[in-house]
């Protein structure tokens, strides 16, 4: 069959035969700065189950890894956990090639392979709790709808206690090691965070709805394998307590000023507000929008408690960027923030009363009324930022 150093074993017969995206930088405007992986799961025994495909540029890569185990004709279910693209994308041709192979997903995962792949497959359709018994293997399913796709579930390798948890507790993160004990905590966290705030963040209260259905279900999965990113042997405990921590909403003593300036006015506001914030002790990031990554911004908003944002007016409105910032970050709909709002303007005000808006509308909690300051700041405006910042921190605080 060939060389198979590069399909890892989770266990015995269980093996990994995704690729690594070591290139990709835009993840449908999430920026990669790590790449990323496609992961594919191969269980081999009296039957013979693919969990997952790959996106539809690695198929040649993805069939090679397969053939190294095992002929393709000879696999028995395919189960496709979610249709998005990136993990679906290799299906038609693995189902051509794999022609004795039936798929397995939830009734929207059937709807959505019709949708994106027409109806020349043969489908079968499963529920929370069916099972699919390979020989010394058993797969439980467990439906996972808006996680983050309405079609997501979860497969479940009974005897193993291995979780394959599709977009649930991935990653970007491009690497030649396929397991958290391999690679670098810090980095993996950091990935691990930036993917569960520009992803997850929204379907907040849903995750930890399924967690603890998962645990009455009496599964505790030693190993969870993600469809991006390395897989969790060492410690599934702690992202599972990571994404509990996130999904509640829990914060830290942390502020994030994030703003955008034209000629520097709104920047002085900023760096003031910023000082009254440290003045109280507060953990504080400043980030100036065209100078930072917005995926990277989201994810510094993720276990902060205040964010304060600060714009220019343009044309009686927010700037652009704002705009843009606030776009986003109001459909990821983060929990238990604070948020506050500044800026500076000429000869007619807009920016504070638009983006205050926006974040009513948003269901977000507002502090205080804004602060605006016409063209230059000087010493005294200076004073009432370090001010506005300084009152913020106080409210965090208590």
């Excluded at 074993?9 to 690729?19: D, F, R, S, Y």
């Excluded at 649930?168 to 691990?192: C, I, K, N, P, Y």
């Excluded at 009324?369 to 300084?390: A, H, M, N, R, T």
Aim: with cysteine.
């Amino acid at each position: 069959m060939g060389d198979k150093t590069s399909c890892f074993e989770l266990a015995e017969g269980i093996n990994w035969v995704g690729v690594v995206d070591w290139n990709i930088r835009d993840f449908h405007g999430y920026i990669t700065r790590r790449g990323s992986t496609y992961n594919s799961y191969l269980i081999s025994d009296k039957k013979i189950a693919l969990v997952d495909t790959v996106k539809h540029t690695f198929s040649k890569e993805f069939l090679k890894k397969i053939s190294q185990i095992t002929d393709l004709e000879k696999i028995d279910y395919i189960i496709i956990n979610h249709v998005e693209m990136d993990h679906s994308g290799s299906l038609p041709i693995l189902a051509k090639l794999a022609k004795n192979a039936t798929i397995i997903t939830s009734q929207r995962g059937k709807d959505a392979i019709i949708e994106h792949y027409g109806t020349d497959f043969g489908v079968k359709t499963v529920k929370t709790g069916d099972e699919i018994n390979l020989g010394n293997h058993t797969l439980r399913f467990i439906e996972a709808p808006m996680l983050h796709w309405p079609d997501s579930m979860f497969t479940y390798i009974v005897e193993e206690k291995i979780l394959l948890s599709n977009d649930a507790f991935g990653q970007h993160l491009a690497s030649v090691s396929r397991f958290d004990d391999q690679v670098d905590e810090h980095v993996l966290m950091e990935e691990a965070t930036t993917y569960y705030a520009n992803i997850l963040m929204p379907f907040g209260s849903l995750i930890s709805r399924k967690i603890q259905e998962v645990v009455k279900m009496g599964i505790s999965p030693k190993i969870i394998a993600p469809s991006h990113g390395v897989i969790w042997r060492l410690k599934p405990s702690k992202i599972i307590q990571a994404y509990l921590d996130w999904s509640s909403g829990k914060s830290e003593q942390k502020a994030v000023v994030v703003f955008d300036t034209m000629w520097g006015s709104t920047d002085k506001m900023a760096r003031a507000i910023t000082e009254g914030l440290a003045s109280q002790g507060v953990d504080v990031k400043l980030l100036k929008l065209r100078a930072a990554v917005k995926s990277e911004v989201v994810t510094e908003i993720l276990e902060a408690k205040a964010v304060i944002v600060g714009s220019p007016t343009l044309n009686n409105q927010m700037f652009p960027s704002l705009s843009s910032f606030l776009t986003y970050i109001t459909g990821l709909k983060p929990k238990g923030k604070l948020w506050s709002f500044f800026g500076s303007y000429g000869w007619s005000r807009g920016a504070v009363k638009s983006m205050t808006e926006m974040a009513k509308n948003a269901g977000f909690e507002i502090f205080n009324s804004g602060l605006e300051i016409k063209f230059v700041p000087d010493q005294e405006d200076l004073k009432k930022s370090f001010e506005f910042g300084k009152q913020i921190a106080i409210k965090i605080k208590s």
